[in-house]
């Protein structure tokens, strides 16, 4: 048994449920001289198995969402211990993001506003996925609220990285959470969108983008595609007189699919 397993259990992160488990528990009740079924008689209930609490099947998630990234983003996944269907889990009722441009129209820094839904099964952590075009560092994480970092895996490379947060306070089924972090991105940031994957059961998408006084668009548009390979649907366009300090745009009961604004 490994010591990150046992801080998994302390955290709340994981608890012990194959038999293998709950053998290595009975084993430490006898190494702390407590008497038999003290700690396995803490447990609370088995989770129930079976299809998460999401519309979407794992290989959907990985298909239709990430296309060519698939890989290098199912590979940071694993080190998290984590899989496609984490990503949709727990579900998000509400999805904000706003997107700060430099003065040379890269992205600066990304802050997420998320409203989770503690579902059928409730949850403990949410893990959340960026994409960089250069990674000469690491992210920086500036600011959470409702979460904290616990892990963070990055593959300069491909430019992704997973990021694995902890939720303040753990959410029971139904149960709602409100959470926010901001991501200062690495340096040299040549790509000019942003975009984000939703899932079945999201009510409301809000994305912004803030532009540096320094730089003027040439045009701003938001857009939807249902996959990375599927044709791109323009929601809403502004010139860039018009989108000059930022752009935004809104939706409620989205359809499943990317949604982003890209900049010129």
Same mark, same amino acid.
Request: aromatic share 8%; net charge positive; charged share 20%.
């Given at each position: 048994?490994?010591?990150?397993?046992?801080?998994?259990? #302390?955290?709340?992160?994981?608890?012990?449920?194959?038999?293998?488990? $709950?053998?290595? =528990?009975? =084993? $430490?009740?006898?190494? $702390?001289?407590?008497?038999?079924?003290?700690?396995? &008689? *803490?447990?609370?209930?088995?989770?129930?198995?079976?299809?998460?609490? *999401? +519309?979407?099947?794992? !290989?959907?998630?990985?298909?239709?969402?990430?296309?060519?990234?698939?890989?290098?983003?199912?590979?940071?996944?694993?080190? /998290?211990?984590?899989?496609? &269907?984490?990503?949709?889990?727990?579900?998000?009722?509400?999805?904000?993001?706003?997107?700060?441009?430099?003065?040379? &129209?890269?992205?600066?820094? /990304?802050?997420?506003?998320?409203?989770?839904?503690? !579902?059928?099964? !409730?949850?403990?952590?949410?893990?959340?996925?960026?994409?960089?075009?250069?990674?000469?560092?690491?992210?920086?994480?500036?600011?959470?609220?409702? @979460?904290?970092?616990?892990?963070?895996?990055?593959?300069?490379?491909?430019? =992704?990285?997973?990021?694995?947060?902890?939720?303040?306070?753990? $959410?029971?089924?139904?149960?709602?959470? /409100?959470?926010?972090?901001?991501? #200062?991105?690495?340096?040299?940031?040549?790509?000019?969108?942003?975009?984000?994957?939703?899932?079945?059961?999201?009510?409301?998408?809000?994305?912004?983008? =803030?532009?540096?006084?320094?730089?003027?668009?040439?045009? @701003? #548009?938001?857009?939807?595609? +249902?996959?990375? +390979?599927?044709?791109?649907?323009?929601?809403?366009?502004?010139?860039?007189?018009?989108?000059?300090?930022?752009? #935004?745009?809104?939706?409620?009961?989205?359809?499943? &699919?990317?949604?982003?604004?890209?900049?010129?």
């Amino acid at each position: 048994m490994s010591a990150s397993t046992l801080s998994a259990w #302390q955290t709340g992160l994981s608890r012990p449920e194959r038999a293998s488990s $709950l053998a290595v =528990v009975s =084993v $430490l009740e006898e190494i $702390l001289e407590l008497p038999p079924g003290r700690l396995l &008689g *803490t447990l609370p209930p088995r989770r129930p198995r079976g299809r998460r609490a *999401t +519309a979407f099947e794992a !290989g959907t998630v990985r298909d239709r969402q990430w296309g060519n990234r698939a890989d290098s983003i199912g590979a940071a996944l694993a080190r /998290l211990g984590a899989d496609w &269907g984490d990503l949709a889990s727990p579900p998000v009722l509400s999805y904000r993001v706003r997107m700060q441009v430099g003065p040379d &129209g890269g992205e600066l820094a /990304l802050h997420v506003t998320r409203i989770l839904h503690g !579902g059928s099964r !409730g949850g403990a952590r949410m893990v959340y996925v960026t994409r960089y075009a250069s990674m000469p560092h690491a992210p920086l994480l500036t600011m959470t609220h409702g @979460c904290r970092l616990a892990r963070f895996r990055g593959d300069p490379a491909a430019g =992704v990285a997973a990021y694995e947060f902890l939720l303040d306070d753990p $959410l029971s089924p139904g149960e709602l959470a /409100l959470t926010e972090f901001r991501i #200062q991105y690495p340096p040299r940031q040549t790509e000019k969108y942003t975009d984000i994957r939703v899932y079945p059961g999201t009510r409301e998408v809000v994305l912004e983008t =803030v532009f540096d006084a320094a730089y003027a668009p040439a045009a @701003c #548009q938001a857009f939807h595609r +249902a996959s990375p +390979a599927a044709p791109v649907r323009i929601l809403k366009e502004r010139s860039g007189s018009e989108a000059r300090g930022g752009f #935004q745009y809104i939706q409620f009961n989205p359809a499943p &699919g990317i949604y982003g604004i890209r900049w010129e």
